[in-house]
């Protein structure tokens, strides 16, 4: 028997662009210090990331006592699914290497560069003053920018753990529908179980008596995840070719639907 095809998707390098293009959670381990949420998180293309911690915390005290040294940290990024699944981390990327200080004279710069693809709010109380809210019942948070520089990309996630060599990091790009993926997940689950259940019948007869949920979408495929009296399953239905757009993306889906109203054809009387 000739070997399977093997199914379209995307590279390793892409889907964790995509996990950072989303602005997943991930926090920073430093260390003989608990680890640090890490609001921004943004990989430029020098091959470092830009990333905010406590401008008060002990991984920002710790790196300045450095001087240019530098110091050894992790940073984990959790990719979560857009609906409550029974098993919502989608996968994990671990980032290794050396974090360093941003020079005073650096940040300005830095800051522009990082918000203009990256407007994330946590920006604005990067080295300023801690003040207190409206109320004034609770601080404002600020932050310190730091930059880590890249020695090791590693992600796991259902099917096993990979490496990617910063390089390949650096040359991928996120999916052009990363950042309306969840939107669209969640609009099919409220307003178009239709939708999961054509999708469904797709799938292999021995998954189909379990409680079917969509888990990913992106220009290769549609991925749903089957939650069982067995476990989970997920499994990757791919488009007859990648996508690019919405208009694309929508034509596809209903071609995985099998729905015969495409490239012109309407329904009788319509």
């Known amino acids: 028997m000739a070997p399977s095809a093997p199914v379209a998707a995307p590279t390793t390098a892409e889907r964790i662009r995509s996990v950072c293009a989303r602005g997943a959670g ?36 710790m790196v300045a006592s450095t001087g240019n040294s530098g110091l050894q940290a992790m940073l984990e990024v959790t990719d979560y ?58 601080p404002v948070s600020h932050y310190a920018l730091l930059r880590l520089e890249i020695e090791s990309v590693v992600v796991a996630d259902a099917t096993g753990a990979e490496s990617v060599a910063p390089r390949a990091l650096l040359a991928a790009r996120p999916d052009p ?17 239709e939708v999961i259940e054509r999708l469904a019948s797709r799938l292999p007869v021995s ?37 690019d757009d919405v208009v694309g993306l929508s034509q596809a889906i209903r071609i995985l639907m099998g729905c015969p109203f495409l490239n012109g054809l309407r329904a009788r009387g319509a």
């Open 81 to 138: 699914a857009p609906l409550p699944l029974r098993e919502p981390v989608r996968s994990l990327v671990w980032i290794q290497g050396r974090l360093r200080d941003v020079p005073a004279d650096d940040l300005p710069g830095l800051l522009d560069l990082v918000a203009a693809s990256d407007p994330n709010p946590a920006l604005l109380q990067v080295n300023t003053v801690c003040s207190r809210s409206a109320d004034q019942s609770e």
């Open 207 to 243: 998954l189909r008596r379990g409680r079917v949920r969509p888990l990913g979408l992106d220009r290769f495929g549609v991925q749903l995840r089957v939650e069982g009296g067995d476990g989970d399953h997920d499994v990757r239905l791919p488009f007859t070719k990648p996508v």
């Open 177 to 193: 529908f990363c950042a309306m993926e969840s939107c669209w997940l969640q609009h099919m689950e409220t307003d178009h179980r």
């Open 26 to 61: 991930a926090m920073l381990a430093v260390e003989h210090i608990e680890p640090t949420s890490t609001p921004v998180h943004h990989l430029l293309d020098d091959g470092s990331f830009a990333i905010t911690v406590p401008a008060d915390g002990a991984a920002a005290s």
